[in-house]
């Protein structure tokens, strides 16, 4: 039920307007978005990584309405790109193909995702490509697989609670395409997903296993603390090094892990989002999980 509430307050316009201009919003935004603009966004980048943790970049926003919005998106994370390489950091960008124009016409997702790519390759880094609800999961593979054969320098984002995951996952690590797993946050149908969480946690570490075994570079995305330390024993008894994976974690939660990660000797990247357009994001966040609200509560009285 408080997932299904969440989700649906997560579309209601007039709630998102109002808490994205409110006062009472911006302790969530501090802690959890980077700020508005991508000076204030490079800047976290900048003492993250003097903390030796990596970042993703994610300028927040999906679903344009128009061909010349998803070019403008595009052109945005062009001028991301350089200043990430101009600022000398070694980030990467994380983009939704919504935002770049899938609902429009997959050619025009493929032409600008490819800019993107070609420009991080030039740059020497890399563009991760997140996955959205189950109905843009073939569109954005096939996009995944063009790139990739044309540039490299791109990472596919696959949801554990889908039940096609493992055999996308196979395809992927068959073509040494690199994944991010997550565990899902969209709501979607029994006939696709599994709903219950015992369900999810117990394929996504199956598909970990999948990932550390036959992947390349794969990045784990996850806070819980034990799907962490099974993944660290199940590496450890593989002699899989720590370093050949991260571990993926959203910018603002759960600081005391990724600080102990790092310290154990493994490489850890945050999720770091800016931009004006962060209530989506922030109530899927809350939805992926109804114990997250909770979890959230702890967060924010916590170093």
């Known amino acids: 039920m408080m997932r299904s509430t969440l989700l649906f307050l997560s579309r209601r316009r007039w709630l998102r307007q109002w808490m994205e201009t409110s ?14 603009t991508l000076d ?3 800047a976290v980048c900048r003492r993250l990584e003097a903390e030796s943790i990596l970042a993703t970049l994610d300028h927040l926003g999906e679903n344009v ?3 010349e919005e998803s070019r403008a998106s595009r052109d945005s994370y062009l001028r991301i790109l350089d200043r990430i390489s101009g600022a000398g950091l070694r980030a990467t960008v994380s983009v939704k193909p919504t935002q770049l124009g899938l609902a429009l016409g997959e050619d025009l997702c493929l032409e600008n995702i490819s800019a993107l790519v070609e420009r991080a390759r030039l740059l020497a880094t890399a563009v991760e490509i997140d996955m959205e609800e189950s109905e843009y999961v073939e569109r954005t593979l096939r996009i995944v697989d063009a790139v990739h054969q044309r540039f490299g ?27 991010r797993l997550v565990k ?22 199956r598909l970990t296993k999948q990932l550390l075994e036959h992947g390349t570079d794969p990045a ?8 962490i330390a099974e993944t660290t024993r199940w590496a450890a008894v593989r002699s899989i090094p720590p370093r050949s994976f991260e571990f993926q974690m959203l910018y603002g939660i759960r600081r005391d892990l990724q600080r102990q990660l790092v310290a154990d000797g493994y490489r850890v990247r945050l999720y770091v989002p800016y931009g004006d357009a962060w209530y989506p994001y922030f109530m899927r966040r809350l939805a992926e999980r109804p114990a997250n609200v909770i979890f959230l509560a702890r ?3 916590r170093a």
């Open 23 to 36: 006062s009472f919003a911006q302790p969530l935004t501090r802690r959890f978005i980077a700020g508005r």
């Open 40 to 42: 204030e966004e490079l």
């Open 65 to 67: 309405k128009s061909v």
């Open 153 to 179: 320098s791109v990472r596919a984002v696959i949801q554990a609670y889908l039940f096609r995951s493992e055999g996308d996952i196979a395809r992927l690590n068959a073509a040494g395409i690199p994944v």
């Open 184 to 205: 899902g946050a969209y709501r979607e149908p029994h006939t696709v997903a599994w709903p219950r969480k015992g369900d999810v946690d117990t394929s996504f570490l």
């Open 220 to 227: 784990i995305a996850t806070h819980d603390a034990a799907i």
């Open 299 to 301: 967060n924010l009285l």
